[in-house]
């Protein structure tokens, strides 16, 4: 069975360009979520998905941060514009259909490292 | 959700038991303690979770005190591909969010 899959493993930009990342859950799972990982910290949640609908964007940073799920399956996470601070990676995880209340497991991606110059 | 606290750093023999504490002691009774772990430059991998029973899997034992305020993580013969940074986190029952922490890393010597 395929994990949950993202793009681009690295990216590489200059400050004030935009940035996206694509993510793939696992077949099946309708809850996505979106972390952002700063270096030698945990992963803090920035959005979930339930199916096509964000449930929880409250530390999303909506001036800069978009995301999308329009088909309930792959997600895309974009900065417009990039800052020197958003360097981190972006994690990718999904949940089963019952959520943590089944498995209690979520299924986290490689992630994505920005590098903002 | 209830705080957790760990050690920032552990470290282990190759072989050996590792023992990872975790202190929660404002968890609420219907809160869930999860453990995962992240091998460097990969995602965070779920390794066990419990409520007031201690659990195993293949993969470790969970020890969870009978007061809840405390539990141990156990990898009983720890190897190299072991070191990682160990999360422990309190999840409400009624929420789908894990809210991490810094965890502990733990690095396993030959």
């Known amino acids: 069975e395929a994990g949950v899959v993202q793009s681009p493993r690295y990216k590489i930009i200059e400050k004030k360009q935009p940035v996206a990342f694509w993510c793939n859950p696992i077949?099946?799972?309708?809850?996505l979520y979106w972390y952002l990982q700063n270096l030698g910290q945990g992963p803090e949640l920035l959005i979930r998905y339930e199916n096509e609908e964000a449930v929880d964007d409250s530390q999303l940073p909506k001036d800069r941060f978009s995301a999308e799920r329009l088909k309930g399956v792959d997600s895309t996470l974009k900065i417009q514009p990039a800052e020197l601070g958003d360097s981190a990676v972006y994690l990718c995880a999904s949940s089963s259909p019952l959520g943590l209340a089944d498995t209690g497991e979520l299924f986290f991606g490689e992630g994505s490292r920005l590098t903002v110059l | 959700d209830a705080k957790t606290t760990q050690p920032p750093s552990m470290d282990c023999a190759e072989g050996r038991a590792a023992n990872l504490p975790c202190n929660h002691s404002?968890?609420?009774?219907?809160?869930?303690v999860y453990w995962y772990r992240q091998i460097h430059s990969q995602g965070p991998q779920y390794i066990i979770h419990?409520?007031?029973n201690n659990e195993t899997n293949e993969m470790a034992s969970l020890i969870i005190t009978e007061d809840r305020k405390s539990s141990t993580l156990i990898l009983p013969h720890a190897t190299l591909r072991d070191t990682a940074v160990y999360y422990c986190i309190v999840r409400g029952y009624n929420t789908d969010k894990l809210i991490f922490g810094t965890g502990t890393r733990l690095q396993v010597f030959p």
């Open positions: 419990g409520l007031k």
């Open positions: 404002t968890i609420s009774g219907n809160e869930y």
């Open positions: 077949s099946g799972h309708n809850t």
